[in-house]
């Protein structure tokens, strides 16, 4: 294709996608900085725009955007009740379906598309702007996450790697600090949230040390190694998944002996009903449940 490396460049981010693959696939928030350098790379960037709900996501993110001169695109998702279970809907994807169409047809001048996502949704939009107005397109992912198709379809690959990221003793002073901060403070709501919880240790006042991003990865390593748990409940108003220390895991349990803290005497929460169990409990005096200690969890909403 005449022109492919020497035309200018657009840089389409399916944000969701990208973020949500990082904090599965390494463990870590991604750095968004990388994502425009990566695009450079391959010509001058004159298109540069990322899609999601960003009341869904922490606010550093879409502060980290405009520095990094990416344009966000908010496109609040639809929230709705179907057979009793309240639902959610994104046009994120079409709205970047759409932008990249509206490239190709007014911008001629974009010779290179770079998409960021792993979505086999884009294969058609893909083989039309490369077949139709014979662009190049370069398909950027996070591995492990990425459509075979959609790789196939652009022809190209530049995969988003975990660079060095943040070492986990990195970490650490951000990790104890949200952990006092969860056991020392009741929130107003009367429980945590991975939402209020990002929201907390983001603010200064609460004196948890690090950048915004280290602490969404402390977070996220908090989930990772069993230091939090989750679980579902139905409030007075919705279902809301909450967020605990878990004070059977031996980290936890040390530091807050280490600070002088109590220890809750019923730190083992029953699966079944969500009733608090001394952690010798075999079974929930509540509903007769066999109780285990197994509440690890993932890091896909952090």
């Known amino acids: 294709m005449q022109g492919a490396l020497t035309g200018e460049v657009g840089l389409f981010i399916d944000l969701e996608n990208i973020r949500y693959s990082y904090l599965n696939v390494y463990h870590i928030e991604p750095d968004i900085a990388s994502f425009i350098e990566k695009a450079r790379k391959h010509g001058r960037v004159s298109v540069a725009l990322a899609y999601a709900d960003f009341s869904e996501h922490p606010q550093w993110v879409r502060r980290a955007l405009d520095v990094a001169g990416i344009a966000a695109r908010d496109i609040p998702v639809r929230r709705f009740v179907r057979e009793g279970q309240d639902r959610l809907k994104s046009s994120a994807d079409l709205h970047m379906l ?55 379809a652009a022809g190209e690959a530049d995969h988003l790697e975990a660079g060095e990221g943040t070492p986990t003793d990195a970490l650490m002073s951000s990790v104890e600090a949200i952990t006092l901060m969860m056991k020392r403070t009741t929130p107003p709501t009367g429980f945590w949230t991975i939402k209020l919880i990002d929201q907390w240790a983001r ?14 990865n402390a977070i996220s390593y908090m989930l990772r190694n069993g230091l939090m748990r989750r679980y579902k409940t139905v409030t007075d108003v919705r279902e809301v998944t909450i967020s605990e220390l878990d004070e059977t895991n031996p980290a936890v349990r040390d530091l807050i002996i280490a600070v002088g803290l109590d220890l809750n005497p019923t730190p083992v929460r029953c699966p079944a009903c969500n009733e608090c169990c001394t952690v010798e409990a075999s079974v929930c005096s509540c509903c007769g449940e066999t109780i285990t200690i197994s509440w690890t969890d993932g890091p896909s909403e952090a």
């Open 203 to 216: 603010d200064n006042r609460n004196g948890v040390p690090g950048s915004d991003p280290d602490k969404s």
């Open 98 to 152: 759409m932008d990249i169409m509206e490239t190709a047809l007014d911008r001629p001048q974009v010779s290179t598309y770079i998409l960021m996502t792993g979505d086999s949704d884009y294969i058609r939009v893909v083989t039309w702007i490369k077949n139709r107005f014979e662009k190049r397109v370069i398909l950027s992912g996070v591995p492990g996450t990425i459509s075979v198709d959609l790789v196939a």
